[in-house]
């Protein structure tokens, strides 16, 4: 990430041209050559051979040598290309340090315009396993070829849309600034992941407000989170909680948000009750939350 911020205002507009014209060259080809990058830029071979060199060297673009030679931008680069669009709009102006990092994003501290601290969150599918993305992922559908910076900004827009939606019916989620690329910028929120929460206060009143949550994102907000777990809940110094984590939500229409449903119940009844001894039911909170979104179909059709 330091690479990124570092670059940001050392690169020129050539250079931003250069690296976008292999980031629109990779949505047909895994690595592109010199002539598509003179093409799409609109810059001579001279000056593109010349800055692709110091790309490459800043570790911004991959150098590939096979029957052709070709360029793939690498994480930095895209970090660079995200980060200047969501400067020009003024979104963040200076990266901060790393907040964490999870098995397919990583979060860092960052200021706007008006030196108020945010976060970015920068997707990176495809790290842990690309099958396993494709395999767990609607959005990435049935296309042909696809690469980890596409599956990662599907993943960001996503996440983006979630939030907004749970947004919307006031849930208990951070709220989302803007997106680019790969990379959601939101509100900065402080706490801990409920995995760590040792020292829970009223463990009972927290439980049974994520429970509310869920019930309020299926029922008021028809999405259901679906990959809900102690891992994606931070607690808040003040004991209070935020959902994060949404870019494998599904609409609460889709042919498996049943299913979806109960798994995050029941991945939170199992953890209260190690952890706190708190015994629920999964079924039972499942039942009451589908028959009242059930209830609310039916009064539609009415």
């Not at 931003?16 to 050559?33: A, D, K, P």
């Not at 593109?48 to 590939?64: E, G, T």
């Amino acid at each position: 990430m330091s690479k990124a911020a570092e670059y940001l205002l050392e690169l020129e507009k050539a250079d931003f041209r250069i690296l976008q014209s292999i980031e629109v060259g990779m949505r047909t080809s895994e690595y592109v050559s010199i002539e598509t990058v003179v093409e799409f830029s609109k810059l001579t071979i001279d000056e593109v051979i010349k800055r692709i060199d110091a790309l490459h060297f800043k570790d911004l673009i991959l150098r590939w040598k096979g029957h052709y030679i070709g360029y793939q931008l690498t994480h930095h680069g895209y970090d660079v290309l995200a980060f200047r669009a969501l400067s020009e709009r003024d979104v963040i102006v200076a990266i901060g340090r790393e907040l964490g990092k999870g098995k397919e994003s990583d979060v860092f501290f960052a200021f706007d315009k008006k030196q108020k601290t945010v976060v970015a969150k920068i997707h990176r599918v495809g790290r842990p396993s690309f099958k396993r993305s494709k395999k767990l992922r609607s959005y990435v559908g049935r296309r042909g070829h696809i690469n980890w910076l596409y599956k990662s900004r599907l993943s960001a827009e996503r996440e983006f849309q979630g939030l907004k939606l749970a947004k919307e019916i006031k849930a208990k989620v951070p709220n989302a600034i803007d997106q680019n690329r790969h990379i959601v910028v939101m509100d900065f929120f402080d706490g801990i992941e409920l995995v760590d929460a040792y020292d829970l206060k009223k463990p009972l009143k927290v439980f049974n407000g994520i429970m509310t949550q869920v019930r309020k994102l299926f029922v008021k907000g028809n999405i259901v989170h679906g990959d809900l777990s102690e891992y994606n809940v931070i607690v808040t110094p003040k004991h209070d909680f935020l959902i994060i984590d949404f870019p494998q939500y599904e609409l609460a229409n889709h042919p498996n948000a049943k299913e979806y449903l109960f798994r995050d119940i029941k991945n939170l009844c199992k953890f209260f009750n190690r952890k706190f001894s708190i015994e629920s039911n999964p079924k039972e909170i499942l039942d009451v939350i589908y028959s009242e979104y059930e209830e609310k179909l039916q009064k539609k059709k009415k």
